[in-house]
C-alpha cells in the first residue's frame, strides 16, 4: 500500500508542478503582451497587468501550498543548524505548533472574509476576488496540513535534517 501511496504522492507533485509552470507561461505570456501592446502598438491594456498580478498570487502561494519541500524554504538557521537533533525536533515542534495554531486560529477570519470579497470584481476582468484570494484558503489548510504530518513524523523520531551548506543549491 505504501508504495501505492508514494507512487500516487509522486503523481500528484509533478502536477502540482505542471499547473505552476503553466500558470508562470501565462504571466509570462501576458508580459509580452503587455510589451507589445504598449510599445509596438501604442495600446495601452490594462487587463494584462492585472492577469500578472493575479497569477503571481497564485503562482506564490500555489508553489509554497504543494510544490516548496520544507528544505526549500528560506529561513535563519544559525542557531538551529548548530544544535543535536533532539534540541532540532524540539525546536520544529515549537514553530510547528505556533503554525498550526496561528493559522488555525485566523481560518475562520479568513474564510469570512474571503467568502465576503465576493461582492467586489477586478477593475479589467471583472474576476470575483472571492475567487482570486481563494487560492489563500488553499495555501492555509495544505501548510497546516503539512506541518501537522512533519510534527507527527517528528514526534515518531525522525527528527529534521540538519542544515549542510556544501548540499545547498536552488532547488533543482
Same mark, same amino acid.
Given at each position: 500500500? $505504501?508504495?501505492?501511496?508514494?507512487?500516487?504522492?509522486?503523481?500528484?507533485?509533478?502536477?502540482?508542478?505542471?499547473?505552476?509552470?503553466?500558470?508562470?507561461?501565462?504571466?509570462?505570456?501576458?508580459?509580452?503582451?503587455?510589451?507589445?501592446? &504598449?510599445?509596438?502598438?501604442?495600446?495601452?491594456?490594462?487587463?494584462?497587468?492585472?492577469?500578472?498580478?493575479?497569477?503571481?498570487?497564485?503562482?506564490?502561494?500555489?508553489?509554497?501550498? /504543494?510544490?516548496?519541500?520544507?528544505?526549500?524554504?528560506? &529561513?535563519?538557521?544559525? $542557531?538551529?543548524?548548530?544544535?543535536?537533533? &533532539?534540541?532540532?525536533?524540539?525546536?520544529?515542534?515549537?514553530?510547528?505548533?505556533?503554525?498550526? /495554531?496561528?493559522?488555525?486560529?485566523?481560518?475562520?477570519?479568513?474564510?469570512?472574509?474571503?467568502?465576503?470579497? *465576493?461582492?467586489?470584481?477586478?477593475?479589467?476582468? *471583472?474576476?470575483? /476576488?472571492?475567487?482570486?484570494?481563494?487560492?489563500?484558503?488553499?495555501?492555509?489548510?495544505?501548510?497546516?496540513? &503539512?506541518?501537522?504530518?512533519?510534527?507527527?513524523?517528528?514526534?515518531?523520531?525522525?527528527?529534521?535534517?540538519?542544515?549542510?551548506?556544501?548540499?545547498?543549491?536552488?532547488?533543482?
Amino acid at each position: 500500500m $505504501i508504495p501505492r501511496l508514494r507512487a500516487a504522492g509522486g503523481w500528484l507533485y509533478a502536477r502540482a508542478e505542471n499547473v505552476l509552470a503553466g500558470m508562470l507561461a501565462v504571466m509570462f505570456a501576458a508580459f509580452l503582451l503587455q510589451i507589445l501592446f &504598449r510599445y509596438v502598438l501604442n495600446w495601452p491594456t490594462g487587463w494584462t497587468n492585472e492577469l500578472s498580478a493575479v497569477l503571481w498570487i497564485w503562482i506564490v502561494l500555489w508553489g509554497a501550498a /504543494f510544490v516548496l519541500t520544507e528544505q526549500e524554504e528560506m &529561513r535563519f538557521d544559525l $542557531i538551529y543548524a548548530s544544535v543535536g537533533p &533532539r534540541t532540532r525536533g524540539a525546536m520544529f515542534l515549537i514553530c510547528a505548533a505556533s503554525l498550526i /495554531f496561528l493559522y488555525g486560529f485566523s481560518f475562520p477570519a479568513v474564510v469570512d472574509y474571503v467568502t465576503f470579497m *465576493k461582492v467586489e470584481k477586478t477593475a479589467y476582468l *471583472k474576476l470575483r /476576488f472571492d475567487w482570486v484570494f481563494c487560492i489563500y484558503i488553499v495555501f492555509v489548510v495544505a501548510i497546516i496540513v &503539512r506541518y501537522l504530518w512533519l510534527s507527527w513524523q517528528v514526534l515518531r523520531g525522525s527528527a529534521p535534517e540538519e542544515f549542510d551548506p556544501t548540499k545547498a543549491g536552488s532547488g533543482v
